[in-house]
Nanobody
């Protein structure tokens, strides 16, 4: 069982920045792909950014050039640096860890609210 705890959300003005953190309960990066997803009111959950065990990253087109996903193995933590935030980035952001081979080993955090508003 993997536990994920997100933090770092909040209220920020358009153009501002936030850094989200996702702390895992153990050393998972060698076996799990970790990603950030978000869900806005009335919309489906969507992928924002992912980082594989090998360190490859992928981003949704809507956040490319503005968001950066990274990880710190010593701290078992994945980060999402969000710059140039827009009102449409407003959502609950979730951290996900998906095992590379066992489909059922798919874990979610509780989510953290990000609100971009003036």
């Amino acid at each position: 069982q993997v536990q994920l705890v997100e933090s770092g959300g909040g209220l920020v003005q358009p153009g501002g920045s936030l850094r989200l953190s996702c702390a895992a309960s153990g050393s998972i990066f060698r076996s799990y792909r970790v990603g950030w997803y978000r869900q806005a009111p009335g919309k489906q959950r969507e992928v924002v950014a992912t980082i594989t065990s090998g360190g490859s990253t992928n981003y949704a087109d809507s956040v490319k050039g503005r968001f950066t996903i990274s990880r710190d193995g010593a701290k078992n933590t994945v980060y999402l640096q969000m710059n140039s935030l827009k009102p449409e980035d407003t959502a609950v952001y979730y951290c996900n860890a998906r095992h590379n081979f066992v489909v059922a080993w798919d874990y979610w955090g509780q989510g953290t609210q990000v609100t971009v508003s003036s």
